[in-house]
Protein backbone atom coordinates (compact mmCIF):
# COMPACT_ATOMS: atom_id res chain seq x y z
CA UNK A 1 0.00 0.00 0.00
CA UNK A 2 0.63 3.53 -0.31
CA UNK A 3 0.42 6.48 1.78
CA UNK A 4 0.35 9.69 1.29
CA UNK A 5 -0.15 13.31 3.17
CA UNK A 6 -0.64 16.74 1.76
CA UNK A 7 0.77 19.90 2.86
CA UNK A 8 1.13 23.41 1.78
CA UNK A 9 -2.61 24.51 1.69
CA UNK A 10 -3.62 27.91 2.97
CA UNK A 11 -5.19 31.32 2.50
CA UNK A 12 -3.65 33.77 -0.55
CA UNK A 13 -5.53 36.56 -2.37
CA UNK A 14 -6.44 36.31 -5.78
CA UNK A 15 -2.94 36.97 -8.16
CA UNK A 16 -0.87 34.87 -5.13
CA UNK A 17 1.08 31.91 -5.05
CA UNK A 18 0.74 28.53 -3.40
CA UNK A 19 3.26 25.40 -3.38
CA UNK A 20 1.64 22.05 -2.26
CA UNK A 21 3.59 18.99 -1.48
CA UNK A 22 2.15 15.00 -1.10
CA UNK A 23 4.56 13.07 0.25
CA UNK A 24 4.37 9.43 -0.24
CA UNK A 25 5.46 5.98 1.80
CA UNK A 26 4.90 2.91 1.31
CA UNK A 27 5.16 0.59 -1.29
CA UNK A 28 6.04 3.53 -4.18
CA UNK A 29 8.41 1.64 -6.24
CA UNK A 30 4.99 0.16 -7.83
CA UNK A 31 3.58 3.77 -8.60
CA UNK A 32 3.81 4.97 -12.24
CA UNK A 33 1.96 8.59 -11.54
CA UNK A 34 1.60 10.76 -9.10
CA UNK A 35 -0.96 13.57 -9.63
CA UNK A 36 -3.57 16.13 -7.99
CA UNK A 37 -6.98 16.96 -7.89
CA UNK A 38 -9.47 19.21 -6.17
CA UNK A 39 -13.27 19.62 -5.13
CA UNK A 40 -15.45 22.45 -4.80
CA UNK A 41 -18.61 22.65 -2.47
CA UNK A 42 -20.99 21.39 -4.61
CA UNK A 43 -18.60 20.27 -7.35
CA UNK A 44 -17.42 17.05 -8.53
CA UNK A 45 -13.94 16.18 -8.21
CA UNK A 46 -12.13 17.40 -11.00
CA UNK A 47 -8.27 16.71 -12.18
CA UNK A 48 -5.79 19.22 -11.90
CA UNK A 49 -2.17 17.90 -13.00
CA UNK A 50 -0.48 14.63 -12.80
CA UNK A 51 2.78 13.21 -13.93
CA UNK A 52 4.73 10.25 -14.31
CA UNK A 53 7.60 8.92 -11.83
CA UNK A 54 9.81 8.29 -14.55
CA UNK A 55 10.49 10.14 -17.54
CA UNK A 56 8.53 13.26 -16.36
CA UNK A 57 5.45 13.26 -18.59
CA UNK A 58 3.08 15.80 -17.71
CA UNK A 59 -0.63 16.51 -17.82
CA UNK A 60 -2.17 19.78 -17.05
CA UNK A 61 -6.00 20.43 -16.99
CA UNK A 62 -7.05 23.22 -19.84
CA UNK A 63 -7.84 25.63 -16.35
CA UNK A 64 -4.36 25.70 -15.14
CA UNK A 65 -2.11 25.09 -17.92
CA UNK A 66 0.53 28.24 -17.68
CA UNK A 67 -0.45 29.32 -13.74
CA UNK A 68 0.26 25.14 -11.95
CA UNK A 69 3.24 23.24 -12.03
CA UNK A 70 4.31 20.14 -10.72
CA UNK A 71 6.81 18.69 -10.23
CA UNK A 72 8.41 15.86 -7.82
CA UNK A 73 11.89 14.87 -6.20
CA UNK A 74 12.07 11.03 -6.43
CA UNK A 75 14.88 10.96 -3.52
CA UNK A 76 12.56 11.95 -1.41
CA UNK A 77 9.40 10.22 -2.68
CA UNK A 78 7.64 13.70 -2.72
CA UNK A 79 5.25 15.67 -5.85
CA UNK A 80 4.55 19.19 -5.80
CA UNK A 81 1.78 21.93 -7.25
CA UNK A 82 2.87 25.50 -7.47
CA UNK A 83 -0.05 27.33 -7.84
CA UNK A 84 0.88 30.81 -9.51
CA UNK A 85 -1.54 33.59 -10.31
CA UNK A 86 -4.32 32.26 -8.31
CA UNK A 87 -7.89 32.72 -8.66
CA UNK A 88 -10.92 32.40 -6.44
CA UNK A 89 -12.32 29.53 -8.73
CA UNK A 90 -9.56 27.79 -7.85
CA UNK A 91 -10.69 27.53 -3.89
CA UNK A 92 -11.16 24.03 -2.90
CA UNK A 93 -9.60 20.86 -0.94
CA UNK A 94 -6.70 19.95 -3.15
CA UNK A 95 -6.11 15.91 -2.67
CA UNK A 96 -2.82 13.87 -3.70
CA UNK A 97 -3.48 10.68 -5.74
CA UNK A 98 -0.72 8.35 -6.72
CA UNK A 99 -1.22 5.40 -9.83
CA UNK A 100 0.26 2.31 -11.07
CA UNK A 101 -0.90 3.17 -14.08
CA UNK A 102 -0.19 7.00 -16.12
CA UNK A 103 -1.04 10.45 -15.43
CA UNK A 104 -4.79 10.40 -16.77
CA UNK A 105 -7.35 12.48 -15.94
CA UNK A 106 -9.56 9.86 -14.82
CA UNK A 107 -10.14 9.30 -10.69
CA UNK A 108 -10.47 5.74 -11.24
CA UNK A 109 -7.36 4.98 -12.18
CA UNK A 110 -5.84 6.35 -9.06
CA UNK A 111 -5.90 4.20 -6.51
CA UNK A 112 -4.27 6.20 -3.20
CA UNK A 113 -5.18 9.29 -1.86
CA UNK A 114 -4.48 12.32 0.77
CA UNK A 115 -6.12 13.51 3.09
CA UNK A 116 -6.89 16.61 1.51
CA UNK A 117 -5.19 20.11 1.94
CA UNK A 118 -7.70 22.97 1.95
CA UNK A 119 -6.54 26.67 -0.73
CA UNK A 120 -8.66 29.53 -0.16
CA UNK A 121 -8.61 32.26 -3.14
CA UNK A 122 -9.95 35.64 -1.89
CA UNK A 123 -10.71 38.50 -4.09
Known amino acids: QVQLVESGGGSVQAGGSLRLSCAAS????????MGWFRQAPGKEREFVAA????????NYADSVKGRFTISRDNAKNTVYLQMNSLKPEDTAVYRCAASRLGPGPTTSQYAYWGQGTQVTVSS
Open 51 to 58: MTQIGGFT
Open 26 to 33: GRTFSLNA
